[in-house]
């Protein structure tokens, strides 16, 4: 059980390109979300999902942009890089079921991304 | 909408003394309120959760909290911190209602356990 993945850890781009940041959970959850680090700004949701096919903006979602074919992944893409998107981007996913244990959110370790 | 704010940025304490760290939230509706930490260069992982019941809830390695409704805070405790929890920690609050997922999260503590 690999839990959330993140893939790639590092990035470096440079202003203008596009790239896909990949999120992966083996857990069945439902909810999967993006969100981005920025040192003294706690944690911004981009985009969040509850299901396959379902998908909504969160507090930042200018320059990204989200899809959910499958339960398992959610793939988030920046379609013209700018250095104010330099963060360290965060996945997490839960279940939307009843009970104690579903309220948990499980994070991903994380992708850091420099644009130049 | 909710926010949630973390009154401090940094605290340091020394091994083996008590700490709390400070959370407050503003809701218009009822609330589930959690704290998390991230050790250097990890993800974040759930140390404690206030979903309903007793107003006082622990971690399995010793930090408490206590939600209090009337002051709408949610101050993390623990008696006596180690070189190991030196961490960021992170409150966060989202909606209790149906089909609300979404968490609001504070501006974080970075907790510096001097020894």
């Known amino acids: ?116 | 909408a909710q926010s949630v704010t973390q009154l401090d940025s940094q605290v340091p304490v020394f091994e083996e003394a008590p700490v709390e760290l400070r959370c407050n939230y503003s809701s218009s509706v009822s609330v589930y309120l959690f704290w998390y930490v991230q050790y250097p260069n990890q993800g974040l992982q759930l140390l404690l959760k206030y979903l309903s019941g007793s107003t006082l809830v622990e971690s399995i390695n010793g930090f408490e909290a206590e939600f209090n409704k009337s002051q709408t805070s949610f101050h993390l405790r623990k008696p006596s911190v180690h070189i190991s929890d030196t961490a960021e920690y992170f409150c966060a609050v989202r909606d209790s209602g149906a089909g609300s997922y979404q968490l609001t999260f504070g501006k974080g503590t970075k907790l510096s356990v001097i020894p």
């Open chain 1, 1 to 116: 059980n690999a839990g959330v993945t993140q893939t790639p850890k590092f990035q470096v781009l440079k202003t203008g390109q596009s790239m896909t940041l990949q999120c992966a959970q083996d857990m069945n959850h439902e909810y999967m979300s993006w969100y981005r680090q920025d040192p003294g700004m706690g944690l911004r949701l981009i985009h969040y999902s509850v299901g396959a096919g379902i998908t909504d903006q969160g507090e930042v979602p200018n320059g990204y942009n989200v899809s959910r074919s499958t339960t398992e992944d959610f793939p988030l893409r920046l379609l013209s890089a700018a250095p104010s998107q330099t963060s360290v981007y965060f996945c997490a996913s839960s279940s939307t079921g009843t009970g104690f244990s579903t309220d948990t959110q499980y994070f991903g370790p994380g992708t850091r991304l420099t644009v130049l």
